[in-house]
């Protein structure tokens, strides 16, 4: 097996318990890049939230990639669409009228802007808002425009709430939409077409690659699709017992640097 690609994704993973890029990361990263691996962040960000790691691995142009939006969105790091899975309107106002059965705060991301119409605003929304680097709007739910891109929905809560609203979800809405849940105080909805997994083996046909050259690392319950996808998943030391189970192998933990661990062990010549 030759790993040409490889796709990470960034909380709990690339980032340290800290939320700092190490620079052990990138000093892998760069070693990676230099055998012409393409090196590929997965993530539930929108490419705002990307930008600053992007930026610090030196990774940029029109032949590197990233997709964001948990596989809703595929795109050159310049900018360029390559695949994009959104929601629509009539899938909004169904999740948000759920959130509100459920008492659950509710939210979406387009590319552009986090929405919600939650006029007492979610602690997790704003911490959303800094750490993707994106503005919150708030707007009444008649207020919300038909043509707006959805690029993913969100129930953020404490994760008591979000326990219960993973509970409690209708089995048509997980039928109907592309569910996961990506830390204890997030579920969030997609396009049934948009996952990790699936948009990463889109990209990967694109580049005239097989899953046999691609090796994934990930910790949480959105990374599954695409540690199962790859030739080789590997799981972080702290993932969930599901990514493990899931995993051909198990690297450190993010506060050990396990990435550029996984990468040195798995991906270099």
């Not at 620079?23 to 590929?40: L, R, S």
């Not at 739910?141 to 690029?151: G, H, K, M, Y």
């Not at 209708?170 to 990790?196: C, D, G, L």
């Not at 005239?208 to 090796?215: P, R």
């Amino acid at each position: 097996m030759t790993i040409k690609l490889i796709a990470i994704d960034i909380d709990g993973t690339l980032l340290n318990e800290k939320n700092e890029l190490a620079q052990e990361t990138i000093d892998a990263v760069q070693a990676a890049k230099a055998q012409g691996i393409k090196v590929v962040l997965c993530t539930g960000r929108p490419l705002t939230g990307v930008q600053p790691y992007l930026d610090a691995m030196d990774i940029s142009g029109d032949d590197q990639y990233s997709i964001t939006f948990n596989g809703s969105v595929a795109q050159t790091i310049s900018g360029k669409v390559l695949t994009n899975h959104s929601l629509t309107y009539d899938d909004f106002i169904d999740l948000e009228a759920l959130s509100r059965k459920l008492d659950a705060h509710f939210q979406i991301e387009t590319p552009d802007y986090i929405y919600t119409a939650n006029k007492n605003i979610s602690a997790y929304t704003i911490g959303e808002s800094y750490l993707v680097k994106m503005l919150i709007r708030y707007r009444e739910v008649s207020e919300i425009s038909r043509d707006l891109t959805i690029s993913k929905a969100m129930f953020v809560d404490d994760p008591a709430v979000i326990d219960r609203v993973k509970a409690d979800m209708p089995q048509a809405f997980k039928e109907r939409f592309s569910v996961v849940q990506s830390a204890p105080y997030f579920i969030e909805v997609m396009n049934k077409h948009a996952s990790k997994g699936g948009t990463l083996s889109e990209l990967v046909d694109q580049l005239g690659l097989t899953a046999d050259n691609v090796m994934t690392l990930g910790d949480q319950g959105n990374d599954l699709t695409m540690i199962k996808y790859a030739g080789l998943g590997v799981a972080m030391g702290n993932a969930i017992d599901e990514v493990k189970t899931a995993a051909q192998e198990v690297t450190l933990t993010n506060a050990e640097n396990g990435v550029a661990a996984a990468i040195r062990k798995y991906a270099l010549s």
